[in-house]
């Protein structure tokens, strides 16, 4: 639906009967009466209308809306976008507090896909926590079902070009193949994916959240971010400091250093490599081996010393790939593999796949050429380049990121590279969004926030905690002793308990809280 710039000028100084009126017609309904008494609204998000949520069931018992919002939030009556938007109701309506709007993080990911998956977690969203809210989560602009960001004219481009992906860089002169992949991809996005590639910063989708608070009618936001979604919310807290009333964020980043870093960094250090995230990897890596060996028979990679095995594995498959299962693991793809299922806190899985491969590796068959292939389906590629790059100020040169790594290696082995490289493709990126959101990231919130972070986190690493809640006006953080990312993954009871009483309250836990882990991985 598009809206001419004037049709509502009306509309917006009528008396509050004229407003319902309009509401009843089923048309956006103006905001204007929650704007008054802020010290700080964004003015972009004040002035669009409220959608109108038609919600209707659509299985196992939730139900499903479409919201209608700005493309572009400085002509709020101009080009509008779909956003698809996931319900599940309190099951006490007579204690339901309200809504708890959830963002699971990535960018990327599709949230009405994530809460379909994972509402049932009791770690994640406890029965008592579901009492007393409806959880919401959405696709956010660019993802999946709400305009996506598409690079390819077909399923069958997409596949064809994200599955030949050079692998991550290992050694000097692999990096050419690398950047020209990406600089092609950039390109493709840009003559691919419309405006919305100039619309997609997270700013963006803060202004979203909160047409959708107004839309599901509460005065003030219950959120719940994860990862990626930390962001989102304190972008959303410093846009609308005086609209929260909690928020939760679990498995928190750094937000200054995740959109210009600090002191200069944003144009010579690369994203992930200012957060220290191969530091956070690494970390994580070390308490898993460390726990493999106190599992002893119940961690596959037990039998010697997995430290030890992991460095020989390491070292063979820098010579060759590595056979297993008819598949070649070269040297970057068993290092992506440890650290992508340290991320998931799937220890056993990653003890298995790192016993099979040295295993396999001292043998002759071992031995082979290096095979390409991989399927993919979605746009989690897309909207992942689309938001973060939109978001973050990041170097340009190629070679900034050839100098990184070489240091990054010699500085965390094994690991040091990953994060050079997962946002590389960045510095390529023909879009941008002039709306994004730089700070201050220090404006006093309506309530305090509540930050949880495991001791051991390979994303979102424990210093890149404190320092988000640091530049926050009022937070505290919750350490989990446990290893991996986010309550999601780092199950504990203990910190589920926190989060949802002080969602219930508002009120913080004590100074230096601490949360134990429900159990071991290899329980």
Not at 25 to 38: M, N, Q, T
Not at 62 to 89: H, M, T, W
Not at 108 to 135: H, I, K, M, N, Y
Not at 248 to 274: I, K
């Amino acid at each position: 639906m598009r809206l001419r710039p004037n049709r509502f000028r009306g509309v917006r100084r009528a008396v509050s009967a004229v407003v319902l009126a309009v509401g009843v017609l089923g048309l956006p309904v103006p905001a204007h009466a929650d704007d008054g008494a802020d010290a700080y609204v964004d003015p972009l998000a004040s002035a669009a209308y409220t959608p109108v949520l038609a919600w209707s069931e659509c299985q196992d018992g939730f139900e499903c809306a479409s919201a209608r919002v700005p493309l572009d939030y400085n002509q709020p009556n101009g080009e509008q976008i779909d956003l698809a938007v996931l319900k599940l109701a309190a099951t006490d309506p007579a204690q339901r507090l309200g809504t708890l709007f959830v963002n699971f993080g990535g960018p990327g990911p599709s949230g009405v896909d994530r809460l379909r998956e994972r509402a049932q977690w009791p770690w994640l969203f406890s029965p008592e926590l579901r009492a007393r809210f409806d959880l919401v989560s959405w696709d956010p602009r660019a993802v999946a079902r709400s305009s996506a960001a598409r690079c390819f004219s077909s399923v069958e481009q997409q596949l064809a070009f994200l599955g030949s992906v050079p692998e991550m860089p290992t050694a000097p002169g692999e990096e050419t193949a690398y950047y020209n992949w990406s600089r092609d991809f950039a390109e493709r996005c840009r003559q691919q994916a419309g405006p919305i590639l100039d619309h997609a910063s997270t700013a963006n989708t803060a202004r979203d959240l909160e047409l959708l608070r107004r839309a599901v009618g509460d005065p003030k936001l219950s959120y719940h971010g994860i990862s990626y979604g930390t962001q989102v919310g304190a972008v959303y807290a410093n846009m609308f400091p005086s609209r929260v009333r909690a928020m939760a964020f679990d498995g928190s980043m750094d937000f200054e250093g995740n959109v210009t870093g600090h002191e200069g960094q944003g144009t010579v250090v690369p994203l992930d490599t200012r957060q220290d995230v191969a530091q956070g990897i690494s970390e994580t890596f070390e308490a898993f081996l460390r726990q493999c060996t106190a599992a002893g028979p119940r961690c596959d990679f037990a039998a010697g010393d997995p430290k030890l095995k992991w460095v020989v594995l390491a070292e063979r498959a820098r010579l060759s790939p590595i056979r297993l299962d008819g598949q070649a693991w070269t040297y970057s793809a068993i290092i992506n593999a440890a650290a992508e299922l340290s991320q998931s806190s799937t220890y056993p899985e990653l003890a298995t796949l790192l016993q099979r491969l040295f295993d396999a590796g001292t043998t002759l068959p071992g031995i082979l050429p290096i095979a390409k292939g991989a399927s993919y389906t979605g746009n989690r590629t897309e909207a992942f380049h689309a938001i973060q790059c939109a978001d973050s100020t990041v170097p340009t040169d190629p070679e900034i990121y050839t100098r990184a790594a070489f240091s990054e290696d010699q500085r965390v082995p094994f690991f040091g590279r990953i994060p050079v490289f997962g946002s590389a493709t960045c510095a390529f990126w023909q879009a941008h969004d002039a709306d994004r959101y730089t700070g201050p990231w220090n404006r006093r919130t309506a309530a305090p926030i509540l930050v949880l972070n495991s001791r051991f986190d390979p994303a979102t690493p424990l210093p890149g905690a404190y320092a988000g809640a640091e530049q926050l006006a009022a937070a505290r953080v919750v350490v989990i002793e446990g290893a991996g990312h986010s309550s999601m993954y780092v199950p504990s009871s203990c910190a589920e308990r926190i989060k949802r009483e002080y969602l219930f309250t508002g009120e913080l836990p004590p100074d230096g809280t601490r949360c134990g882990i429900d159990r071991s991985p290899f329980d």
